[in-house]
């Protein structure tokens, strides 16, 4: 399945692979680079309404980047201003520090990365005006380990990202146009599904509707 998320770039005064050059052109590398000058260097940010738990980065309303350090339930993290953080180009997230006695929480875990080709696509898209600010995320259906009871053989399902082997998300781009070909053929598949309840003529909707 894929969910809808928010993509933010926000400034950085650390190595990054996002750099606004001098010509104002905004550029990608392959690798961190540049000790970035105030308001030169980015990360981008790849946000979402999942449920923000202790342990997790997420961006408040007014871009300031935190990380819940308690699961008080009287702290109101999941409000509509915070999103979670499910991936980033900003390494320093994810520091292999291993379990923190002080704090309680396990930071051996890397904070998802986002895969180039996607950087790349951010980047070519934003100097042609067009900034990228939505995308679809793929999600795989996964047991909660947390609510699994090997006796009565019970069990929740829950929604995770699914990751690549490189710790990379998969992103996919939120089209605003089609084709008619395109149109066509996202009819034809619907119509032949055997539980579907929209059957209807697609050669008349055609006539109708596409020009």
């Known amino acids: 399945m894929k969910k809808k998320c928010k993509v933010v770039m926000l400034p950085t005064n650390n190595k990054s692979k996002i750099w606004l050059g001098k010509d ?5 590398y392959n690798q961190d680079q540049h000790a970035g000058s ?4 980015f990360h981008l ?12 980065w997420y ?3 007014n871009n300031y980047i935190c990380q819940l350090k308690s699961d008080n339930p009287q702290s109101n993290y999941n409000s509509k201003y915070n999103k979670k953080i499910i991936a980033t180009t900003d390494s320093s997230l994810s520091p292999f ?6 704090s309680g929480i396990d930071v051996s875990n890397k904070i998802p990365s986002i895969p180039q080709s996607f950087i790349d696509k951010y980047v070519n898209e934003y100097n042609k005006g067009n900034k990228i600010e939505e995308v679809m995320v793929e999600y795989e259906p996964l047991i909660d380990e947390d609510t699994f009871n090997i006796d009565e053989d019970t069990f929740n399902i ?9 710790n990379s998300i998969n992103i996919k781009y939120i089209k605003d146009s089609w084709t008619r070909e395109e ?3 996202m009819l034809n598949q619907v119509n032949v599904l055997p539980d579907s309840m929209i ?7 055609i006539e109708n509707n596409l020009y």
Not at 24 to 28: A, D, Q
Not at 38 to 41: D, E
Not at 199 to 205: A, G, L, P, V, Y
């Open 24 to 28: 104002t052109i905004l550029k990608s």
């Open 38 to 41: 105030p308001g030169n260097a």
């Open 45 to 56: 940010y790849i946000l979402s309404d999942d449920e923000i738990k202790k342990g997790d």
């Open 59 to 61: 961006i408040h309303g």
């Open 97 to 102: 520090l291993g379990f923190d006695t002080e």
């Open 158 to 166: 829950v929604d995770c990202l699914l990751l690549n082997p490189d």
């Open 183 to 185: 149109v066509i053929g």
């Open 199 to 205: 059957k209807f003529d697609i050669n008349e909707w």
